[in-house]
Each structure stands twice: as structure tokens, then as C-alpha cells.
């Protein structure tokens, strides 16, 4: 695959041991693939953060928080990997094995496009320490530098203030609006289309 690399070897290099299982390592955490041990931690980290997440994302179905749930997000995340459709992480953190949140890089297409979706959640307990800031940009190396891929979209509700500050933080550019383009709650919402390019400049600050 194009821009391939050693990954744990070159985090173990500038970081230290890597920790089992990373697929990219930051400085305060890590993303690695979700497996069904993560259940317990997962479901009660969705279920503290409910009323942080639900104005932004999809209706949650009535089973949205059982093992069966999830099995089903399981099957559904090994699935993608394998066919190389689509890298959903779990987010990590380094000193105690916590889940912090996930990030997607989903519909990831080839040939003429190599572009790929992100999208991401992060636990309310974890907001405003500059956690997602830091997933996004090992999300962005491991879709340009590991996947080789040449264009990264994402999108949010115009009100969703924190992710439009986030994005353009981390180097997205913001290229128009989507009508209707996701049902928030039940509805179609608008969204603000946002993207960065493989030779876009990338602010680590």
C-alpha cells in the first residue's frame, strides 16, 4: 500500500515502548483498532456523555448501548479493515488504558480520488485538554503517510462551534455547504464541509 511505514517502530523510537496493540502513537495517547473487550469501558463512556454527544450526532437506536450494540459496530469496524474501506480507532490514553473517544477514517476511495471521511467522538470527560486535537492529527498521518491517501473531508453542524475551531486548527480548510447532508435527531441537517489535502500544511501547535 502507498506511503506505507514501520509505524511502532518509529513512535517506539521517539517515544519509548509502544503499547500494545497502537496503531499511531501520540504524546498522551494512542489509537489503536476497537476489540469486544472495550464494551464495559465504551457503553458507560457513551452513557456519561449522552446528552454532550446526542445534539450532534445521529439518533441513538433504543439498543445503542448493549453488547449486541456494539458487536454489531465490531463486525461492522473488522469488516471495513479488512477490505480497506474504512480505519475506525479507538483513542487511548497512555497512563492508565483509558478510552477516551473514537476517530473514524471512513468511505475511503481509490483510484482517481484516494479521499476518505473523518469522523470522531470524544467522551465529555475529556473535552477542552486538547485530547482530540491530538487524535486528529495522528488520525491525518495515518491517512496520508500510512494509507497514502490525498484528500480528508469532514463535516459539522453550522452551531457546533468546538468542532469548526478544531478542524481549522488542525489545517482543514472550510470549501462550503452541504445541505441536508446528514438526519441529526431525527431531521436533515445542514453541514459545513471542511477538507485538507495530503500537501496542505499541517499546524502542530
Known amino acids: 500500500m502507498a506511503g506505507s511505514l514501520a509505524f511502532g517502530s518509529l ?4 517515544f519509548g515502548q509502544t503499547p500494545a496493540g497502537a496503531v499511531v502513537e501520540g504524546k ?14 465504551w457503553a458507560a463512556l457513551r452513557e456519561q456523555s449522552r ?6 450526532e445521529p439518533s441513538w437506536p433504543s439498543d445503542a448501548l448493549t453488547r449486541e450494540a456494539y458487536r454489531r459496530r465490531l463486525r461492522r469496524a473488522q469488516r471495513e479493515w479488512r477490505e480497506e474501506t474504512g480505519y475506525g480507532f479507538q483513542l487511548i490514553r497512555k497512563t492508565d488504558g483509558a478510552l477516551l473517544g473514537g476517530i473514524t477514517l471512513g468511505a475511503v476511495r481509490r483510484g482517481v480520488s484516494d479521499s476518505c471521511v473523518l469522523g ?30 490525498h484528500r480528508v473531508e ?21 470549501e ?7 438526519r441529526i435527531n431525527g431531521a436533515w441537517a ?10 496542505d500544511h499541517r499546524p502542530r501547535g
Open 120 to 149: 470522531y467522538w470524544l467522551g465529555a470527560p475529556y473535552a477542552r485538554q486538547g485530547l482530540m486535537t491530538e487524535a486528529m492529527h495522528c488520525a491525518l498521518d495515518f491517512a496520508f503517510d500510512r494509507l497514502g491517501l
Open 190 to 199: 445542514d453541514h459545513m464541509l471542511f477538507a485538507i489535502l495530503s500537501t
Open 154 to 174: 469532514a463535516v459539522c453542524l453550522p452551531a457546533n462551534v468546538a468542532s469548526r475551531s478544531l478542524l481549522l486548527k488542525c489545517g482543514f480548510r472550510e
Open 28 to 41: 498522551r495517547l494512542y489509537l489503536r483498532r476497537p476489540r469486544a473487550g472495550d464494551f464495559a469501558q
Open 176 to 182: 462550503g455547504l452541504a445541505r441536508e447532508y446528514l
Open 51 to 56: 446528552m454532550f454527544l446526542t445534539p450532534w
Open 11 to 14: 513512535w517506539a523510537r521517539a
